[in-house]
């Protein structure tokens, strides 16, 4: 057996801002963990798709439009609607700290401020993977 | 240039003093570090004198403000006569929230108006698009329609406050939305002033508000250009920019030249089509990033003047002000941290102060609160403040280009401009400025560096004040800007209104007026202003432009 | 039959998507509904795309894809890219310019990792053109790594192999390694939008004629992925060379070698796992390499010990 944690970093909505997303991906790929990037502009569908045939482990959603309540948030309905509940998903943009518990409730494990450390998503992903 | 005696005489003393001064004092106490690198990477010596300059000829390299190579500034007198613009972007919500803020700022001063659009603005989406899910509102204003565009100039003199917009991909659109709005108004076009951004190109290599494909957005830029030039002289018909590219991670020297480079290519594209150089190259304007380095900062805008008249005139530019770059700058909202806000203070008052004695046109200073959300009413103000204590408190303005002449941040102008060059022989290598992004070679360098600076920082090498060093374990309260919950309805009311009450068959024939001309060679500016006029959607507009040009999709690199 | 297996033959997309990471991972869960659904392939019909980096092989699969799909068959595309021997992660970045396909029920994408495999394939490739075939899928494109040129692999289990080329290489054809002008099965000149096309056809062309031993005359298309050019004579041309090889009893030659290859490919990887896996044998391994390094022992007669265990 030779598992590797694979993760789909992803860019819901319009947002065009892609420098966090790049360097994350960079990060994780470094750390040993395959990543698939979707590239920009995609739906919440898209996401969820291509998280089933990639077979990921993680799903970081990177936004920095502040459309995250609504774009996060339809992402984690939509997998919990195909009955997908082993997939990890954290966020990372500019979050509002009063915006951090809706979205938690909603099924986001973790959000990543600016600021935050590559290695603290690194550990955080091998600590919380759910399989 | 020194004379040769002088100059031996004091490499000899200079010699003498790195043996036994420096030596000795460095032996006793060790410096800080063992490599002292700018944020570009270059490596900062111990000391600069006269030596480091010695290749430079005065009259020639540095020369005086308002002369050529302009290195000291586009004007005899800078802010000795007129203090730059104090201009802060600014944008959300619905136009009716947007036109509250505008007029809330001038009251407190500022002196030119800057829009920020949002998401689906940007992409040439109406509000009631699929694709605008989540996003009115956020990252800017909804302008879906000239209705909007009355609404958020309401009250605010056109022929008196110039305004910046910043748009891209449907640039041309929004802009005869202006323009319409003003004519209605019975302000003639050539009475009105300000910029659209319209640069393309750094869409596609950093921002990623991009729609068509390069080819046919030239097209549009050169029309803009073209329609400018003749009916709208006072306006900037394009902004080209650094800034973005900047904060997508790329280091000072990567922005010089990408921008440059950008701004040859546009230049190079409306010559092509046929444009007299100096009937346009006058209203070109630039946008450049205020990051941390300090004299790196100034530097890159001094560098940045001398090569573009170097450039121009090798284009064959006669006219003086076409050898102007004229700049706003914006202070880097990549490098404000989330961790104790109110810091940020500190460092665009820094950022502010480079881009100042950069000697540039216009400034907008960030808010304390950007890397949290938006900006507050009382953030935004402080941020104006900031740029009001360096007018008029700081003494900074009283002479112009205070630091030409001094060694240090003059090697590191000539520097900076030896290493754009290397960048521009680089892209001719890959077949130009569009090649050279098809094959993904600006994000590639730009991802390189993002990554470098933020390893370096995650390994503390770089320190960042609160970050990674300094930290304080805090809550972070910041008032946080409300937006009025039911604008996003209103404005889409006010869409379905408009396409029930509007004249359709008139829309419908702008339309297909401007398709038919889409796929020829005209000019398109008179058609796209006939269409905005008849309160065609910015959407609508564009699908028409979209199914003609086709859509442009990224290479993928990271 | 599992209930895996099931749901593969049924074209279940968590089922497939499973399942490969499951070879990937080499696990052994996968073995039973591997044995299950092999009964159920060979239907589809493999294309192997090669060619250097940024020949634009991604944007050519995806408009490849949208021709299929219009005739209403379903595709399985596979996109390999290189795994780092350092880290041992990897950046599988070739799906954003597919990313529209994402919400095609009749298609599958998986990107996978090249994990330590040279050639420009993966080693669990075999396993996964066998899962997306028992699945349903009539067509399957596979991407090659395409960061060297010799990635010649792609023949042993591709059915058509296109080897991709762009104008404006320096001198192009010449400067392509033999091994990969040898596997084309149809050469497709990308991004035909761009000067020098001409030039790179003729090439080609010249290339061909000295190469004599011919069977058949091997064709070029060129194509422009960015302007939908040429895709649809390109389809033809995969379709006539499908034909070809039944024709001419090359499918079946080539569907053995594949075969072949494959068993290969898993007895190896057993052969070895059981030699530095298990315990017992693994002491004696340890001792061997010892001994080497002493130059107490040579590693031919080491192999020649430890291969007379195990075919004791």
């Known amino acids: 057996m030779v598992k590797k944690i694979r993760v789909l970093v992803a860019k819901p909505g319009l947002d065009g801002h892609d420098r966090g997303a790049k360097i994350v991906a960079r990060a994780l790929r470094d750390a040993g963990m395959e990543v698939v990037y979707t590239g920009l502009h995609q739906t919440a569908e898209q996401i969820v798709n291509t998280a089933i045939q990639e077979d990921v482990d993680v799903v970081g959603l990177s936004l920095l439009s502040g459309a995250h309540l ?32 809706t979205l938690k409730k909603a099924g986001i494990a973790e959000v990543f401020g600016p600021g935050t450390p590559v290695d603290e998503i690194v550990s955080f992903i091998k600590k919380n993977v759910k399989r | 240039m020194m004379e040769k005696e002088k100059l031996r005489q004091m490499q000899e003393k200079r010699q003498n003093w790195e043996s036994s001064v420096y030596k000795k004092a460095v032996q006793e106490n060790q410096e800080r570090k063992q490599k002292f690198k700018n944020l570009s990477g270059i490596e900062i010596q111990h000391l600069f004198t006269p030596e480091d300059t010695a290749h430079l000829n005065y009259l020639e390299d540095i020369g005086f403000p308002g002369q050529f190579p302009y290195l000291r500034g586009i004007h005899p007198t800078l802010y000795r006569t007129r203090l730059w613009t104090m201009r802060q972007f600014a944008g959300f919500g619905s136009a009716e929230e947007t036109n509250q803020r505008y007029h809330y700022l001038l009251e407190h001063g500022e002196t030119g108006l800057s829009v920020a659009f949002d998401y689906p603005t940007l992409y040439g989406y109406d509000t009631d698009h699929p694709l ?66 319209n640069d393309i190109l750094k869409e596609y290599i950093a921002q990623k508000s991009y729609i068509f494909p390069p080819e046919p957005s030239m097209r549009l830029i050169v029309d803009t250009f073209e329609y400018g030039s003749t009916h709208v002289p006072k306006w900037n018909t394009i902004s080209i920019s650094g800034y973005h590219i900047r904060e997508a991670g790329s280091t000072a020297i990567q922005e010089l030249a990408f921008t440059l480079g950008d701004g040859i290519e546009y230049v190079k594209a409306a010559v092509k089509r046929g444009l007299v150089l100096d009937d346009f190259a006058p209203r070109l ?13 100034i530097a890159k805008y001094r560098a940045a003047r001398r090569i573009w008249a170097r450039e121009m005139k090798k284009l064959g530019a006669k006219k003086q002000r076409s050898l102007w770059m004229r700049f706003h700058t914006q202070t880097a909202g990549c490098s404000l941290t989330a961790q104790q806000p109110e810091i940020n203070i500190v460092r665009v008052t820094m950022q502010a102060l480079a881009a100042v004695l950069g000697g540039t046109q216009s400034l907008h200073t960030n808010s304390m609160d950007e890397a949290l959300a938006l900006p507050s009413e009382k953030a935004v103000r402080i941020a104006l403040r900031t740029q009001q204590i360096l007018a008029e408190e700081s003494g900074v303005t009283d002479t112009v280009d205070p630091l030409g002449g001094s060694y240090y941040v003059e090697w590191l102008t000539d520097t900076m401009e030896q290493e754009t060059y290397k960048y521009f022989d680089k892209v001719e290598r890959l077949g130009g400025v569009i090649p050279a992004i098809e094959k993904g070679f600006f994000q590639k360098e730009i991802a390189e560096s993002a ?28 008032p946080i800007l409300k937006m009025d919950e039911k604008g996003e309805e209103r404005q889409i009311n006010r869409l379905k209104t408009l396409r029930h009450e509007r004249d359709n068959s ?12 889409a796929a020829g060679e005209e000019n398109l500016m008179p058609f796209i202003l006939d269409c905005v006029h008849s309160y065609a959607t910015l959407g609508e507009v564009c699908d028409v432009l979209r199914e003609v040009f086709g859509e442009y999709r990224e290479p993928a690199i990271y | 039959m599992t209930d895996l297996s099931a749901r593969i033959l049924s074209g279940d997309p968590r089922a497939i998507a499973r399942l490969i990471t499951l ?153 392509i390694k033999a091994g990969l002008m040898e596997i084309a099965d149809i050469f497709v000149v990308n991004k035909a939008d761009t000067p020098g096309v001409e030039q790179t056809v003729a090439e080609l062309e010249a290339m061909l ?104």
């Open chain 3, 23 to 175: 070879v990937e991972n080499e696990s052994a869960d996968a073995i039973p509904t591997m044995k299950h659904i092999y009964a159920h392939t060979g239907r589809a019909h493999v294309i192997g795309v090669t060619g250097v980096m940024g020949s634009g092989k991604s944007s050519l699969i995806y408009e490849l894809a949208v021709v299929y799909r219009a005739e209403g068959k379903k595709v399985g595309i596979i996109a390999i890219d290189p795994t780092s021997p350092f880290s041992g992660g990897a950046l599988l970045g070739d799906r954003i310019r597919m990313m529209e396909l994402s919400t095609d029920s009749g298609v599958f994408i998986r990107s996978m990792g090249t994990r330590g495999m040279m050639g420009g394939l993966t080693g669990a490739l075999y396993d996964a053109v066998d899962i997306l075939d028992a699945a349903g899928m009539d067509i399957i494109l596979i991407e090659t790594v395409g960061v060297g040129q010799d990635e010649v692999d792609i023949v042993k289990i591709a059915d058509t192999t296109l080897v991709v080329l762009v104008p404006g290489l320096g001198d192009s054809v010449q400067t």
């Open chain 2, 132 to 197: 605008a899910r989540g996003e009115f509102g956020k990252c800017g204003v909804a302008v879906s329609s000239l209705k909007d565009m009355e609404i958020l100039f309401k009250g605010i003199p056109l022929d008196k406050i110039t305004t910046s917009m910043t748009i891209n991909g449907p640039a041309a659109v929004i802009w005869a939305m202006y323009i319409a709005n003003a004519e209605n108004q019975g302000i003639r076009k050539d009475m009105i002033g300000g910029t659209i951004q």
């Open chain 1, 70 to 101: 609504t774009l996060f948030v339809d992402v984690a309905r939509l997998l919990k609607e195909k009955d997908i509940h082993d997939v990890l998903i954290v966020g990372g943009g500019i979050i509002p700290q009063d915006d951090v518990p």
């Open chain 2, 506 to 517: 008139k829309v419908d024939a702008h339309l297909k007026r401007l398709q038919k001309a």
């Open chain 2, 285 to 297: 304007s630039f946008f450049f990033n205020a990051h941390n380095d300090f004299f790196e900062e």
């Open chain 2, 451 to 478: 990554y470098r600076y933020q390893k370096e920082v995650d390994a503390n090498q770089r320190i960042l004040v609160g970050v990674n060093r300094y930290q304080l374990d805090e809550e972070i309260s910041i």
């Open chain 3, 209 to 312: 004629d000295l190469a004599t031993a011919q069977t058949r005359a091997i064709p070029i298309v060129a194509t422009s992925a960015k302007q939908r050019q040429g895709i649809s004579l390109l389809k033809q041309r995969i379709t006539e060379h499908s034909e070809f090889l039944k024709q001419s009893k090359q499918f079946e030659t080539r569907r053995r070698q594949r075969y072949e290859a494959e068993l290969v490919e898993i007895i190896k990887k057993r052969l070895l796992a059981f030699i530095f896996d298990e315990a017992t044998l693994r002491d004696t391994v340890d001792r061997c390499i010892t001994q080497i390094s002493n130059k107490q022992l040579d590693p031919y007669s080491a192999a020649d010990e430890i291969l007379g265990r195990i075919l004791k």
